[in-house]
């Protein structure tokens, strides 16, 4: 099976021949030209994106721009911001019409965190709509009874890891706070599609196949994706007018429908009477906040890099990746050099062993944001990484904090599936959103035409390592950490670039790398989203396989990395503002394109 890339490059990395992959990874193999007419009714524009997409060049525009991960859904938010709406009102038409024709990706089950820049106030806003733990949750939701972890599908499938969902909180938060369109007709544009039916789209199809043992586990999932008992298939029309009912319910209602009454009803029973039964509650729907959090903004260059703070490890782990490598001149070394990769793999394993260490839910421990991002404590870390080879072993350090406290190593595993929504409007404002149900098709219990998110899963199944609390642990009410890194770049405190991507932990360095690409080396929106992806989280470097990226391999296995090939799933959308206008780019990894005006 191929993946369908972007063809023509101009450096070495930036060449994609199509590679073997997984089937849990993979999209039609068709070209990006041929893609679209697996979609039913889309728009002139949005064909013509699909064709500057496929030519690897970013789509530009004047007034607005929105990316996101499936036509129909960029659409809906495109149609929003030609009739003068605000880029909050364009994320709830594309968030609305994502979980319908994106199902297994994010929606009204999941969860999510929103960065907003304000066009008038020059402010920027976080919104913290992750999900939370049940009040009848404990430290071993995800051990045995001896205290041992379960296996992770034993934990993913069923009630157990639903935690409480925060999107249809949050698009109802965005919508009071910077909405100008009027709420209900916001989702006219999914409920149609839901009624009269959409043509799944071939990845969407690919991930059913690919799933079938475990969407079979809960019947009503079933019989959605998987009617007669066969997988439904690229090209089917489906119709969802159980969803197009609940949506109908939160546009007369708003989110109030969602969280109380007949929809929680359902969703409380569909989690305490699964397979595998969870805890959660009447109370924890009817107690859901979205938590407005400071911005976590790190230096870079002549940048601000800003993002989401706890419970996402997102925005501080992005921040340090490039404050490591302030000191390194990048953009001298250039895309092709090892040395670069070198650097930038150190600076994300020396990252990453700090969040295993220090991050999670700020509301239930002590996380040091100010330390980890200090500048003399970046400094102190970055000279680990003035040496010609790979650094052998890469500890957490020791930053600055009031409230010293220590913790064991985090061990949670994470899958992707995610999506990510960036959208710039006519006024000014720029929205960077990444929005879950965490594994692909969540928990896969289906209530009321919608999946419930796992995601509890994101905390770590371990509560203690040798007698150490682990701070990422669960409790009552708290939030998994998380990795989504919905990031706006702001240069002289005007935004510069929004961009974010789904790919559990490695959507961290699939957004560093992106900013990079961008600033550093100065590539196009589209180019820098397309170039082959080189990760290093915990050690081994992943280099994105049937890439020239491949041809790294050889240089960083000699100065002491170990090399992985794999498929490497990214879900970029980023919006670039230039003196010249605005330059949009989605990731040929998957369906989505970009639309502005
Ligand atoms: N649940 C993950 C997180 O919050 C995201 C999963 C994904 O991107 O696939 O970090």
Known sequence: MTRWIAPAFLCLLCAVPAGAQDAADSVAPEAATRLPAAFEGLSPEAEAAFRVKSDNKSVKAEEWMVAAANPLAVQAGAKVLGDGGSAADAMVAVQAVLGLVEPQSSGLGGGAFLVWYDGETGELTTLDARETAPLGATPRLFQDAGGEPLKFWDAVVGGLSVGTPGTPKLLEEAH?????????????????????????SPRLAELVDG?????????ATAAYFMPGGQPIRAGDRLRNPDYAATLRAIAAEGSGAFYAGEIARDIVTTV??????????????????????????????????CGMGPPSSGGLTVGQILGLLEGFDLAGMGPDSPNAWRLIGDASRLAFADRGRYMADSDFVPVPAEGLL???YLASRAAL????????????????????QLWADDESIEFPSTSHISIIDAYGNALSMTTTIENGFGSRLMV???LLNNELTDFSFKSHADGVPIANRVAPGKRPRSSMAPTIVLRDGRPRLVIGS???????????????AHLDWKMGVQPALAMPHLVNRFGTYDIEEGT?????????????????????????HAIAVRPTGLAGGADPRREGIAIGK
């Open 374 to 376: 200090a500048p003399d």
């Open 448 to 450: 009321r035409g919608f």
């Open 385 to 404: 990484l003035k040496r010609g080879k790979a650094l052998p072993e890469v500890e957490p350090g020791a930053p600055e904090w009031d409230h010293a």
């Open 211 to 219: 799933d079938q043992e475990r969407l079979q586990s809960a019947p």
């Open 502 to 516: 789904p790919g559990g932990s490695r959507i961290i360095g699939y957004v560093a790398q992106a900013i990079i």
């Open 548 to 572: 020239e990226a491949e041809g790294l391999a050889t240089r960083l296995d000699e100065m002491g990395f170990k090399t992985n090939l794999r498929a490497l799933n990214s879900g970029l």
């Open 272 to 305: 305490r009477e699964a397979a595998t039964p969870g805890e959660l509650s009447a109370v924890d729907l009817a107690l859901y906040k979205v938590i407005e959090r400071p911005a976590v903004c790190a230096d870079y260059r002549d940048f601000d890099i």
């Open 176 to 200: 009071r706070r910077w909405g100008r369109a009027n709420w209900t007709g916001l989702f006219s544009e999914a409920i149609e599609l839901a009624e009269t039916g959409f043509r799944v």
